[in-house]
């Protein structure tokens, strides 16, 4: 006999009814927005499989992190688009590279900001691969020692948190020791723990032009189907020293962001990637759907989830939104 006893359509009649109900909120301090930094000055280039976003040079960087700030976003991620690359990714541990230098500026100019660096040497290889390759494949140990020194020049030049996201196996361990040892004990890591091998990377290819020249990732990124393994890899990072693990990408994952927070309950991050940012606006410059509304549908649904954390494209322009009450 529960109806007409209980009419759940009784909290759903005005708005401030919802209101009082409503179970998960998305706020401006739950969004991580990703930036790209271009060599040369005054540069602003878009990225055409990616409306709205752009590579940016140091300067138009500092401009744009003035931006998140006053959005209330309170942190961002960089990725480096180096002047030349090589077999092995040297300029991802350059202290003059883009990265540490857009990571002290932002430091210096908008000191409340939390910045992140992505580390790993994708964009950095002229081949297009997370590491050294051997025999056609990457090679994992040889690629830790890499990656540590992108990690700590990252963290010399004044990053707060590091996020590998190269799926190597003990990164993370390696990062930490290298990390510890070097004075930096009070860097945090960010690992990209379960890091799937996407279709929906392809945008971002495009806009850090990073694409493979051969073969694919799926040597190292994880294999789609694969639930329990994604549970594995969170508890090899958090062993290693994780303080926060994400899962990557974001919407075809959801049952993992779910279980991952109910197994370890820490800071979870979830990576709403670029095809996924992609396709919303595609739809939204059609004119196919109400873009700002599929947004917050979107990224409440990672939110309820269980990611306390989202690196999404769409960060600083919904967070102004969310701010406006809309
Ligand atoms: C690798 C990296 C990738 C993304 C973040 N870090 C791409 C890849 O693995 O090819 C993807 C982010 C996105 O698609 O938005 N350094």
């Known amino acids: 006999m529960a109806f007409p006893l209980h009419r759940p359509r009784r909290f759903r009649r005005t708005e401030t009814l919802r209101r009082m109900v409503r179970e998960t909120r998305l706020s401006p301090d739950n969004l991580i927005q990703p930036l790209f930094v271009c060599p040369g000055r005054g540069i ?7 409306p709205g976003v752009a590579q940016m040079s140091v300067d138009k960087i500092v401009a744009e992190a003035r931006e998140i700030q006053t959005s209330g976003v309170p942190a961002l991620i960089l990725f480096g688009i180096p002047e030349r690359k090589d077999a092995i990714g040297s300029q991802a541990w350059n202290d003059d590279g883009e990265v540490q ?54 963290a010399r030049a004044g990053a707060d948190i590091v996020a590998p996201s190269d799926m190597m196996d003990g990164r993370v361990g390696a990062i930490r020791r290298a990390l510890d040892e070097n004075g930096f004990a009070n860097i945090a890591i960010m690992a990209y723990s379960a890091k799937f091998a996407s279709a929906f990377y392809g945008p971002f290819r495009d806009a850090a032009q990073s694409a493979p020249q051969f073969g694919d990732r799926r040597s190292y990124q994880m294999d789609p189907p694969n639930g329990d393994e994604a549970i594995r890899e969170v508890a090899l990072d958090l062993e290693e020293g994780a303080d926060i693990v994400m899962i990557k990408p974001a919407l075809p994952y959801l049952d993992l962001i779910w279980r991952v927070k109910q197994k370890f309950n820490v800071p979870v991050a979830a990576y709403n990637v670029s095809g996924e940012y992609s396709m919303i606006r595609a739809a939204g410059i059609n004119g196919w759907i109400d873009e700002d509304r599929a947004v917050i549908e979107v990224l409440t649904s990672i939110r309820r989830a269980g990611a306390d954390l989202i690196l999404t494209y769409f960060a600083t322009d919904i967070a102004r939104k969310l701010q406006l009450g809309q």
């Open 44 to 50: 602003k280039r878009p990225v055409p499989s990616m």
């Open 101 to 154: 230098r857009a990571i002290r500026e932002i430091k210096e100019r908008v000191p409340n900001l939390a910045v992140i660096t992505d580390v790993c040497l994708c964009e950095y290889t002229d081949h297009g691969h997370c590491g050294a390759v051997a025999d056609g494949d990457v090679d994992n140990d040889a690629t830790l020692e890499l990656l540590v020194r992108e990690a700590l020049s990252h």
